[in-house]
């Protein structure tokens, strides 16, 4: 069946967002404070971060097709009051996910666009931080009040 084979690879993914945007934020915010010139390594980390954040994004909007959790929220519309889950993966998970890898995307073509080092470092922080902020609040860790799902998944 392909929904575990799609939860595994959506699951093992935001380990690899997660490690990609905090070396993005690391190069961003040394370079911003060091006044260090935009070198073509800081550029690759963040077209690294988006390719695998936009991958993700595409891995997820399948999931939600495939998704069990998904179809029961849209053919029952529970409430929070059954389980938090259902509309947590039924329209919170998705939606905040999306804000966040726009709000990255914007920020990485705002920063390719300019010219000035020290600010092309600031708009990436800045961007990264919120995208960071979005995902980390809406990633279903283990200790999630709406929804707890596991650190690691087998297949
Ligand atoms: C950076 C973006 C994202 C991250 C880091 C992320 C992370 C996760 C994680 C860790 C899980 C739990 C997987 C498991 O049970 O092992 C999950 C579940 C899920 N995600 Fe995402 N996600 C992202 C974006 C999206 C997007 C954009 C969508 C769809 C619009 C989506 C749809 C889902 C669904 C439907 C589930 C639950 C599936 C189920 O249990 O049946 N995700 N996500």
């Known amino acids: 069946m392909v929904y575990p084979i ?4 959506h699951n093992a993914l935001r380990w690899l967002v997660l490690g990609s ?3 993005a934020l690391f190069s961003s915010y040394s370079g911003w404070l060091s006044s260090r010139p935009y070198r073509p390594l ?12 936009h991958t993700q994004l595409l891995v997820g909007l399948y999931l939600y097709t495939i998704s069990p959790i998904v179809s029961y929220y849209w053919t029952y519309k529970p409430g929070f009051g059954e389980s938090t889950e259902f509309p947590f993966f039924g329209l ?8 966040a890898i726009v709000v990255m995307t914007v920020g990485a073509s705002k920063a390719k666009r300019q010219t000035d080092h020290r600010q092309r470092f600031r708009t990436t922080a800045v961007y990264f931080t919120i995208g960071l902020l979005l995902i980390g609040l809406s990633i279903p860790w283990p200790f999630s009040p709406l929804a707890s799902r596991p650190w690691i998944r087998g297949l």
Do not use: E, Q
């Open 6 to 9: 799609i939860l595994f690879l």
């Open 92 to 99: 919170i998970h998705g939606s905040l996910m999306f804000i």
């Open 42 to 53: 800081d550029r690759a980390v963040s077209v690294l971060t988006t390719s695998l954040a």
């Open 21 to 23: 945007l905090l070396a």
